[in-house]
């Protein structure tokens, strides 16, 4: 059974209808249609609805999806019938075949190219070169056969007007190695005439409008299919074939298949012949009969590769042998007519005939011995006509009607053999099946010396003038009693047959009407064989080659030659012969409408193509009381999650028993049956359960794997997380472990060097220890600088931290900080900056100390202060631990503002080299004064002895006080500066 398809797209499988009516089938297959599903089996006989558009359902994807697949796991689809023909052949060395059968226009053609096309994809993996230039030539043939052997009709653009079977051999390993080809029934009559609004065969048009001009120069050919009387019908008729690209195409395939430059001019040389007959002229002069435009026969001899003369005596005359004498007899103007149309016809029938044969000779496996090879197994690909009801019905609807009949026979009888022979393997009884047995209709046409072609040969075997309307009166008298045949002299009353003119067939697909004008020459085929001699005398070989029978002499005695209708018969008998030892598949083309619409679905049209088909009969064949049947491994492996009893797996003692279990789970018990090796379901009903069942448990199924499967995911994740943190855990530490052990090797004895280390290259720490490292250098700093400050005097320890403090806040803001001199702090307590008011600041400063109860004096120095007016005044200024005192230099040191340190919030400094200092106060009652200095610069002393009593300060007083240092550019006068602040807050 096909996989299941929602029921919107109506049912995949014929076989599951719930009820085998004709109603039920037509909207099934057309609701496909509208949902472009174009593909539907009957178990397994695939049903094809031409779509008249193209589809993307043949691409390699496609190809993928059903290679190796049962029948019934995927949609239906034809490369499932070329899949299971392919692995009967392979995996049973069986021959197998695939029957493509339908009207023109039904896409068979397109069918057959579509299963080729799905062989080659799937053949020759190891890709031989010998395998890969079969597939080659087998696929190019198509093209070679469709352009020789196609032409547009009213109904298909691209008709097939010759029956072909093809069979491709596969060796042991399952590769194509070769193929041949059989042709039955080309429609020759169509060299010369044509319906309107039908072609003649492609290779015409193809040749006159994509030949290159020197080529129809070559050929004395124009560019103009209107100006040859065989084509001219068809000379302006639009068709979807392109003849300009499709003549490079053919000429390409000719190439690759193997035929000879020469051999492709000759092949053009004929087509041009029959171009150029067609033109030919007879008129009469009295008793004798001329060629009017003689020119053409110079033309069609220099093709022919003979002489002129010896070409116009083929078509005035015909050489007859009356005992001894030869006598040459003159053509009327209607005989030599007819011998230029029968020997127009009779070179296209043979050029084909031999381009097959060529074919053949090239694809043909040669040399290959089974014993060493392994066995040859073949499948076989018929695309024959299909059934054919026209307006006119003539000899060729008559043998294609036959060759269906005989097709058909074959259809049931194979379809109900393999039934019953799988109902009585599997145990089941056979139900009768009622249908209808056409053999008596094969038997009306082929039966020896009653059927309708023996009475025909015998109608042309007569001596004398035979009429079609004498094979008429023969039909009438042997066939008056047959059920299937009737005629007007038969039943008078019915009006819709001729008076000596048609007979009526009632055929399995309907009844058919055939008018017997032209049967007797159809049948003969007569073809002087004047013109036989004359190809064979031609100085062409592959004239010489095609025309065999031209070399005996006018004198000899030949047996008759078979007419067309025993050609025909033998041929059909044979094909059947050759399919009935093969395996068969089936696909069964339909036409949608007669105007080539995608959208259109002709209920009525479609409803005969059914009924011609058997189709109905197909299904009820297939079903006979079963509509589905399966092996048991097979259906427990598609419905064992329905069960708790069968999922995942049983531990029943077969297959059978647990399919048992399974359907009784179900509650179907009563509507299967158990055969040998497969379970048989009665209604479709109950397959449709089954699968809306299997199809709500797959969803469970599919979630709860997904959860495992994420489950597994996300633990496979974490195991590969967990060891990669390891990995990198062991790996830092190893890292962290190598980094010290090589800090400690380079710092190890740093103690005892000048510098302790400061030139010492510090190794590159890993990315965990970067932060370390920065902690680390600090305390190696710290270290350092310890071991400095221990070589430093305890007296000169306050200095070195004033500048220290200096550096820290002046830094990069102001160049000359005096780091270079000593700094005395006290100034004007020296001798050699104040010699002369020494003692009297030094008595100032001691009464201070005593009043104000300060520790340390910090900074003292004339200054010149300006005041709010810009004045500018001598004065000193006393820096103390708890005090800032403004003095009065010239009034013997008289203090004239005191300011306690805590008032005094920052102290603003220019980026200069000026002595310029600003103290701020909470007050805003700022102090502003230059520092007067001979040579230094005392500025940075004044900043770093401020700031680093602040310091310590703050770190004596410990949490109560928050301390805030900043240097922040202020401008001052429109000088750039920079001011020092500091906060200090009791808590």
């Avoid at 020119?295 to 083929?314: N, P, Q, R, W």
């Avoid at 680390?776 to 270290?783: G, K, M, Q, S």
């Avoid at 520790?855 to 202060?865: A, C, D, G, I, Y």
Wanted: one cysteine or more; charged letters at 25%.
């Amino acid at each position: 059974m096909a996989e299941q398809e929602s029921l919107e797209f109506g049912k995949a499988d014929f076989v599951l209808m719930d009820s085998v009516t004709m109603e039920e089938f037509m909207a099934n297959l057309k609701l496909r249609f509208e949902k472009h599903r174009i593909y539907t089996y009957i178990g397994e006989v695939v049903v094809s609805v031409n779509p008249y558009k193209n589809i993307n359902i043949y691409g390699k994807d496609v190809i993928d999806q059903y290679k190796g697949r049962e029948l019934y796991e995927r949609p239906p689809h034809l490369f499932a019938i070329a899949d299971a023909a392919y692995k009967a052949m392979k995996r049973r060395s069986k021959d197998t075949c695939i029957v493509i059968s339908g009207e023109s226009g039904a896409g068979k053609t397109e069918a057959s190219k579509y299963i080729m096309q799905y062989i080659a994809a799937i053949t020759n993996p190891s890709q031989r070169a010998e395998v890969e230039r079969v597939k080659n030539m087998l696929l190019k043939s198509n093209c070679v056969l469709e352009a020789f052997g196609n032409a547009k009709t009213n109904r298909n653009d691209n008709s097939s007007r010759f029956g072909k079977y093809m069979d491709i051999n596969f060796d042991f390993k399952g590769d194509p190695i070769g193929g041949h080809i059989s042709n039955y029934l080309l429609e020759k009559s169509r060299v010369i005439v044509q319906q309107a609004g039908e072609r003649s065969f492609h290779s015409f048009y193809q040749l006159l409008l994509g030949g290159p001009e020197q080529l129809l120069r070559s050929l004395h050919l124009q560019k103009d299919p209107s100006s040859y009387s065989y084509v001219r019908v068809g000379a302006q008729l639009k068709c979807s074939i392109n003849d300009n690209s499709e003549f490079k195409a053919v000429a390409e395939a000719m190439k690759v298949i193997g035929f000879s430059a020469e051999e492709v001019q000759t092949v053009y040389k004929i087509l041009a012949t029959i171009l150029h007959l067609g033109n030919l002229k007879f008129a009469a002069d009295g008793d004798v009969t001329l060629i009017e435009n003689s020119k053409v026969v110079s033309v069609i001899a220099e093709l022919i590769a003979t002489k002129s003369d010896h070409v116009e005596k083929a078509l005035l005359y015909r050489t007859v042998a009356t005992g001894r004498d030869i006598i040459d007899k003159q053509h009327t103007v209607q005989e030599a007519c007819y011998g230029r149309d029968a020997f127009a016809k009779a070179i296209y029938e043979r050029l084909f005939c031999w381009i097959v044969g060529r074919i053949n000779d090239k694809i043909e496996v040669k040399d290959y011995d089974n014993k060493i090879h392994g066995k040859n197994t073949v499948i076989g690909v018929l695309d024959i006509y299909g059934f054919e009801i026209f307006d006119n019905n003539s000899f060729e609807q008559f043998c294609i009607n036959y060759c269906n009949e005989k097709l058909q026979q074959l259809f049931i009888q194979l379809v109900l053999k393999q039934e019953q022979e799988e109902y009585e393997r599997e145990g089941i009884p056979w139900k009768h099946i009622d249908y209808f047995n056409n053999q008596i209709i094969v038997d009306l046409v082929e039966q020896q010396h009653k059927g309708i072609i023996a009475i025909l040969d015998d109608a042309c075997m007569n001596v004398g003038k035979v009429t079609d309307e004498m094979f008429l009166d023969a039909l009438n008298n042997k066939l008056s009693k047959h059920a299937h045949f009737t005629s007007r002299k038969l039943c008078a009353t019915d009006k819709s047959l001729g008076f000596d003119h048609d007979f009526r067939i009632k055929h399995y697909a309907g009844n058919v009407v055939y008018s017997v004008v032209g049967f007797i020459d159809k049948n003969k085929d007569t073809l002087f064989q004047d013109f036989k001699r004359l190809l064979y005398n031609s100085s062409n070989p592959v004239f010489k080659n095609m025309w065999p029978e031209g070399k005996l002499s006018i004198t000899e005695v030949t047996k008759r030659p078979l007419t067309a209708g025993t050609l025909f018969k033998n041929s059909m008998i044979a094909l059947v012969e050759k399919l009935s030892s093969k395996e068969p598949y089936y696909v069964r083309c339909i036409k949608p409408n007669e105007v080539k619409s995608p959208l259109q679905f002709d209920m009525e049209r479609c409803k005969h193509q059914v009924a011609y088909l058997g189709l109905l009969e197909n299904v009820r064949v297939r079903r006979a009381g079963f509509a589905f049947r399966q092996n048991y491994e097979r259906f427990l492996l598609r419905y064992k999650m329905i069960s708790e009893i069968t999922w995942p797996n049983h531990d029943l003692p077969s297959d059978q028993v647990a399919v048992k279990k399974l359907v009784e789970y179900s509650g179907f018990q009563d509507d299967v049956a158990y055969g040998k090796t497969k379970i048989f379901i009665r209604t479709p009903r109950t397959l449709f359960t089954l699968e809306e069942r299997r199809t709500e448990m797959i969803k469970r199924i599919v979630l709860f794997l997904q959860k495992i499967w994420r489950g597994t995911l996300a633990r496979m994740r974490y195991k590969k997380t967990k060891a990669a943190l390891t990995i990198i855990s062991y790996y830092r530490r190893y890292k962290v472990k190598s980094y010290m052990k090589e800090l400690n090797n380079r710092f190890r004895g740093i103690k005892t060097m000048k510098d302790y280390g400061k030139n010492v290259k510090w190794p590159a720490p890993p990315k965990v220890l970067r932060k370390f490292e920065e902690g680390l250098h600090a305390i190696y700093n710290r270290w350092r600088a310890a071991q400095i400050i221990k070589a430093i005097p305890p007296a000169d320890l306050p200095q070195v931290r004033a500048k220290a403090a200096a550096v820290e806040m002046l830094k990069g803001k102001r160049a000359d900080i005096g780091l270079q001199r000593k700094w005395e702090g006290n100034y004007l307590a020296s001798t050699k900056d104040n010699p002369e008011a020494m003692n009297i600041f030094t008595t100032v400063a001691n009464e201070l100390m005593r009043k104000d109860k300060y520790m340390n004096t910090l900074f003292s120095s004339h200054v010149r202060k300006v005041n709010r007016f810009n004045k500018v005044q001598n004065r000193a200024i006393l820096l103390t631990d708890r005090h800032l005192y403004k003095m009065d230099s010239s009034h013997q040191y008289k203090v004239m503002r005191t300011i306690p340190l805590y008032n005094v919030t920052g102290v603003s400094v220019s980026s200069g080299k000026d002595q310029l200092v600003v103290f701020h106060s909470k007050d805003n009652n700022d102090l502003i004064v230059c520092l007067k200095t001979a040579t230094d610069s005392r500025v940075g002393e004044l900043v770093g002895v401020l700031a680093n009593h602040f310091k310590r300060w703050f770190q004596v007083t410990g949490p109560t006080c928050v301390k805030a240092f900043s240097a922040t550019v202020v401008l001052n006068r429109g000088m750039s500066g920079i001011q020092l602040s500091w906060l200090c807050r009791k808590e």
